[in-house]
């Protein structure tokens, strides 16, 4: 099993910044490949970023390339996304994933999921 927590969510104006963490614990994190989701009300989940288990490769979604930086330490079990230039867009639960294979934008890979965080971004 692996429990993630997540924090580091709020209220933020557009513009502004944001840093989620998510610590895990359960596995040896270095096993695991890492994924932030998000879902907004009424909208489905959808992918956010991944990053693979040594940190080297990293994945976005397209709404957030530029804006948003996934990254972890594997000596703190914690993944990171920092949120930069946030959008009334990004407003949404975020939640952090865990994959026993290669981490995939695809969220039915995840075996473990957090509990979420909300991010709210006022205009």
């Known amino acids: 099993q692996v429990q993630l927590v997540e924090s580091g969510g709020g209220l933020v104006q557009a513009g502004g910044s944001l840093r989620l963490s998510c610590a895990a614990s359960?596995?040896?994190?270095?096993?695991?490949?890492m994924g932030w989701f998000r879902q907004a009300p009424g909208k489905e989940r959808e992918f956010v970023a991944t990053?693979?288990?040594?940190?080297?490769?990293?994945y976005y979604a397209d709404s957030v390339k530029g804006r948003f930086t996934i990254s972890r330490d594997n000596a703190q079990n914690t993944v990171y996304l920092q949120m930069n230039s946030l959008k009334p867009e990004d407003t949404a639960v975020y939640f952090c994933?865990?994959?026993?294979?290669?981490?995939?934008?695809?969220?039915?890979?995840?075996?473990?999921w957090g509990q979420g965080t909300q991010v709210t971004v006022s205009s």
């Open positions: 994933a865990a994959d026993l294979g290669i981490a995939t934008p695809n969220p039915r890979a995840y075996e473990y």
């Open positions: 359960g596995r040896t994190f270095s096993s695991l490949g």
């Open positions: 990053i693979s288990r040594s940190g080297g490769i990293t």
